[in-house]
Each structure stands twice: as C-alpha cells, then as structure tokens.
C-alpha cells in the first residue's frame, strides 16, 4: 500500500532512492554483485510503495557495502555521488563524527539507535585506516556500554 508522504518527505524518498541505484550500479561495475538485481528491486518496491522508512533501512545495509571496496573505488563512489547528486559524503562523515564525540565525552550511549550508528560508523573508520584512533575511542566506548 502506497504511503502519503508530506513533500519533503516525498523528496527525501526521491533523493534516497537516486543514491541508492547509483551506488548500486557503481558497486556492480566495479566487483561481482550476484544480488544486486534482487536488492535493486527492494529498493523500487520500497520506493514505490513510498517506503521511506524501509528505504533507510536499506540504505543503511546497502550504504555498508561500499566498505568492501577498494579505497580507489571508494573514492570513486563518493566523488560520483558528489558530481551527480551533489551528495558530500566528507559533510555527512563530519557530522557522524562530531555525533561520536558527543558520546564519547559523555562516556556513555544513549540508545539502541546510538550504538548501531557508532558501530557503523567504526567500521566505515576500520575501512579507511585499520589504526584510526576515533574507531578505537568509539570501539572502547561500545565494549564499556
């Protein structure tokens, strides 16, 4: 059943949806994808169905799978998400980060939404740089709460 969504709403789902299929479509040209197709048409149903919430879910599993690539495509990815759909993936680490300095600080986690947004995050870090001191701090904080 198709959910009425308020317009800016509605443009988020437009705009998630846009990243999504170019993620999707840059991760299958650079490595084997065998469920992409099958992904892909989660994504539509999600969308079509004007989903938004099962769209984010899927975007946070999809949006994991980049870490799988190489750095050089990594790259790649963020620099056509920035061309086409003007996404900045450095302005969304940013504020990712500055989210984990709060609980870091305030030394404990505050939700169960917290905690699976600093273990993304972590791993994301782990990524780029296996030593990277943030994903130490947010590891120790995780193993502490």
Do not use: W
């Not at 004007?50 to 599993?61: H, I, N, T, V």
């Not at 302005?91 to 990712?96: F, K, L, S, T």
């Amino acid at each position: 059943m198709k959910r009425r969504l308020n317009a800016s709403d509605e443009a988020a789902l437009r705009r998630l949806r846009d990243r999504l299929a170019l993620t999707l479509d840059f991760i299958e040209s650079v490595q084997e994808f065998p469920s992409g197709a099958a992904v892909r048409k989660l994504v539509q149903e999600s969308a079509d169905q004007s989903d938004l919430r099962g769209l984010r879910l899927l975007a946070r599993e999809i949006e994991m799978s980049p870490i799988g690539l190489a750095p050089h495509e990594r790259d790649g990815l963020e620099a056509l998400l920035q061309e086409r759909l003007g996404v900045d993936i450095e302005a969304e680490r940013e504020a990712i980060s500055a989210n984990a300095s709060v609980a870091i600080r305030r030394g404990t986690i505050a939700s169960e939404k917290e905690r699976r947004r600093l273990e993304d995050y972590a791993e994301q870090l782990e990524a780029r740089d296996p030593t990277s001191p943030e994903a130490a701090a947010i590891r120790g904080l995780l193993r502490k709460s």
